[in-house]
């Protein structure tokens, strides 16, 4: 299986597209804006939409609260800012009103990890995964690329039932899953067969886990690429049929390796079969200033990251290290 | 309406005293939970739910009900008590307030399924929100229902509270009226003292609210208040209710330290006798 990049897209714009779509679909999914509107892709819906989009201005606990209680009455409310705001600022709202309400309310997480580049370490998302997945009733959906991510968010919105965290970019990156792919929240995706050792990927990095099997390729060794695109719930059979038979796991994302989708893959093996793991991640540090692909590349955060953590996971599995 | 109104204060102060003397023995058979302000609000749970707001205990998701958000989740009691007076549950199950199992959690829990809660809460500041997204809905909806919502004086020192509060006047939520617990007392004192909150009804109006004060603890004032309310729907309505901490009992009321105190068996034999008295 080979991946071709149809052209840079940001997955805001995905999440935009499938807000409108959705929105389009139900009459009751109604957007709530806290300012950075079209920053968090939610331009599209107030625009053709604008009698469901309500402005909260620069508020987010309130606008968690407020969807709390659009949601209780049957309306699907749709919340979206930085990740670092939904994730932090609000996340005893997050947890009261919504999620020990088991309440149906989409928060979009923008702004994921540091592919945010030049605005810096403040508004890049690096812990809203951990954060987010540690709380009951609540989904973590984190798609891959621009297409992934319109059908997660129409996924999220019109099919799912309960409190959804969909967690999307600002930097246009590689738009390469099948247009027709349908979205199944928890149903990981094996995107390339491999018996050597599994690189489980999420978000932006599932395109550099795919370039990385290239390159291991040329050396001889067959990586299985699985997209990740859900953390909570997450794919245990999947993970499971990975670490049986393949036997080694490399795990990558755009956040914290602390808490984020490579500790929850970590928890689901220890519990049936553990095998040796490396992880690409943040390294419990802030990220700064910098052009996107200087970021992804000084933190570690490439194809090449990738392979030498698969070559170093592998030498581990046949016990040479 | 589906539920008889009732106009006459001795009948109502009657309810408010059997509400109280539940919430009392409650909270006794507990061992813990907010005795003094769920005492303070009696008056005010007993006019909404017998007198002000339609709703029906036969159907407590009907689609036209008013709504009652209560954002100061631990004076639970008191809601609790309203509740099963009402009708939506047996008065005998509030003596499971806080046990395993029951469906009255210490702060109220939507997922053990009590009829009437519309609201988990307890992490004080989050109500007057989910409250602005409630009414929001009904504007949407275009239903004449009102939402009410429960706060504590303590409360409005949360900032997520001003910034409901300016959401619900931009957005002319007249359908929306919320009640201000005025006791003057939280946790560690008297609310002046600890964080200052006066001058609170120049606050709130300058947040764009209609602002009535009264005497919570008063029916007649209730009523003339409650007759004032938004004739033009266009702005939402505060109610500043001062009311007495642990009111009803004279040994207690007023006593910051009775906050967050449950009596003990004897004490509740007590404060009862004093209520039939």
């Known amino acids: 299986m080979t991946f071709q990049n149809r052209g840079n897209k940001a997955t805001k714009t995905g999440f935009g597209e499938g807000l409108l779509e959705a929105g389009r679909l139900n009459p009751d999914v109604i957007c709530l804006g806290a300012d950075i509107t079209a920053s968090v892709g939610c331009d599209l819906f107030a625009n053709a939409l604008p009698d469901r989009f309500f402005s909260m201005g620069i508020a987010e606990q309130n606008c968690v609260g407020v969807a709390a209680g659009l949601a209780l009455e049957g309306k699907i409310p749709v919340f979206s800012t930085y990740g670092v705001f939904a994730a932090l600022r609000c996340a005893d709202q997050i947890r009261v009103s919504v999620c020990y309400n088991n309440l149906h309310v989409v928060i979009g997480g923008a702004h994921a990890g540091v592919s945010v580049g030049p605005d810096g370490a403040t508004h890049q998302a690096l812990e809203d995964i951990g954060i987010m997945r540690v709380l009951p009733n609540m989904t973590v959906i984190s798609p891959c690329d621009a297409t992934q991510t319109r059908t997660a968010t129409l996924a999220a919105i019109l099919r799912h039932k309960g409190p959804v965290y969909i967690r999307f970019g600002r930097e246009p990156m590689p738009d390469f899953t099948n247009v027709a792919d349908e979205f199944l929240i928890g149903k990981a995706q094996v995107l390339r067969p491999g018996e050597d050792l599994t690189i489980i990927a999420t978000g932006h990095l599932v395109w550099e886990a795919i370039q990385a099997s290239y390159l291991l390729e040329m050396q001889g060794i067959h990586a299985r690429v699985i997209n990740m695109h859900t953390i909570k719930p997450i794919d245990k059979a999947a993970i499971f049929t990975a670490a049986l038979e393949t036997g080694a796991i490399v795990t990558a994302e755009e956040h914290q390796i602390l808490t984020g989708m490579g500790s929850a893959v970590a928890e689901a093996i220890v519990s049936q079969c553990p095998v040796p793991m490396e992880f690409i991640g943040m390294p419990d540090r802030f990220g700064e200033s910098g052009t996107p692909h200087e970021l992804m590349d000084k933190f570690g955060l490439t194809a090449r990251a990738i392979a030498e953590a698969s070559l170093k996971v592998f030498a581990r599995k046949k016990g040479v290290v | ?277």
């Not at chain 2, 919502?149 to 509060?165: F, K, N, R, T």
């Not at chain 2, 006047?169 to 201000?180: D, E, F, T, Y």
């Not at chain 2, 009321?253 to 209520?275: M, T, V």
Request: charge should be negative; aromatic fraction near 8%.
């Open chain 2, 1 to 277: 309406m589906r539920f008889q109104r009732i106009n006459d204060h001795d009948q109502l102060k009657t309810i408010a005293k059997s509400v109280r003397k539940s919430v009392i023995t409650s909270l006794s058979a507990a061992g813990s939970g907010h005795l003094g302000g769920s005492l303070g609000l009696a008056d005010i749970f007993t006019f909404l739910y017998f007198n002000i707001m339609n709703h029906d205990p036969a159907d407590p998701t009907w689609k036209g009900r008013d709504r009652m958000i209560l954002s100061i989740g631990h004076v639970a009691p008191v809601l609790y008590a309203t509740l099963a007076h009402a009708g939506y549950f047996s008065i005998d199950e509030l003596v499971t307030l806080r046990k395993l199992g029951s469906r009255l959690q210490g702060h109220p829990g939507r997922d053990h399924g009590l009829p009437g809660l519309e609201l988990s809460a307890g992490s004080l500041g989050q109500g007057l929100s989910v409250a602005v997204g409630m009414a929001l809905a009904g504007r949407i909806d275009q239903s004449d229902h009102n939402v009410y919502c429960i706060l504590g004086d303590g409360e409005l020192q949360e900032g997520s509270v001003w910034e409901a509060a300016m959401a619900a006047a931009h957005h002319k939520l007249g359908n929306l009226c919320a009640i201000v617990d005025r006791n003057g007392v939280q946790i560690d004192g008297c609310t002046e003292k600890v964080m200052a909150i006066e001058p609170l009804a120049d606050k709130w109006s300058s947040f764009g609210w209609q602002v009535f004060t009264c005497d919570g603890n008063d029916f007649g004032e209730l009523a003339d208040v409650f007759a004032k309310i938004s004739p033009d729907r266009k702005r939402p309505s505060v109610i500043i209710a001062k009311t007495v901490m642990g009111k009803g009992i004279t040994a207690i009321e007023g006593d910051y330290r009775w906050h967050g105190k449950a009596p003990a068996r004897e004490q509740a034999i007590e404060f009862i006798k004093e209520i039939d008295s």
